[in-house]
């Protein structure tokens, strides 16, 4: 059991160390200076974990972080997603309104009448899914 925590640890790890440079180009997911959706080279979300969406984005500054979502950001965030093409029509965020939930995995997603978006918790810490970053990946 040990050994297969540690492996998946490893895995994980080694998977956000070779995870592809993001690309900054009027293709790419980027429609502020300050929130943007990591991508591959073609211009495709990457999908992350949780925390592997936390480390990804910290690696951007002043000082990087996953996005913070609230009444006033949704409806852009919720644009950006949209304009993306992201699975799903969901993507990580880092707090609502100013609360992180104690480190409960949360995310944007697009409502069921495809009117909207709202904030949900991923309880079970399973899914993967695009990131929206905060910071300047330049």
Request: one cysteine or more; aromatic letters at 12%; hydrophobic letters at 30%.
């Given at each position: 059991m040990l050994a297969a925590t540690l492996f998946s640890l490893a895995a994980s790890a080694a998977a956000v160390a070779a995870a592809p440079a993001i690309r900054r180009d009027a293709s790419s997911c980027f429609p502020s200076a300050s929130a943007f959706i990591p991508t591959d080279s073609t211009g495709v979300p990457i999908l992350f974990s949780w925390s592997?969406?936390?480390?990804?984005?910290?690696?951007?500054?002043?000082?990087?972080?996953?996005?913070?979502?609230?009444?006033?950001?949704?409806?852009?965030?919720?644009?950006?997603?949209?304009?993306?093409?992201?699975?799903?029509?969901?993507?990580?965020?880092?707090?609502?309104?100013?609360?992180?939930?104690?480190?409960?995995?949360?995310?944007?997603?697009?409502?069921?009448?495809?009117?909207?978006?709202?904030?949900?918790?991923?309880?079970?810490?399973?899914s993967t899914m695009a990131a929206i970053c905060h910071g300047d990946p330049q």
């Open positions: 592997d969406a936390k480390h990804y984005c910290s690696g951007f500054s002043p000082p990087g972080r996953l996005a913070d979502d609230s009444s006033d950001a949704n409806a852009g965030l919720g644009d950006l997603i949209s304009a993306c093409g992201v699975p799903g029509n969901r993507a990580w965020v880092g707090s609502w309104n100013g609360d992180d939930y104690q480190g409960t995995p949360i995310f944007l997603m697009q409502t069921f009448d495809g009117t909207d978006y709202a904030v949900y918790a991923d309880v079970t810490n399973s």
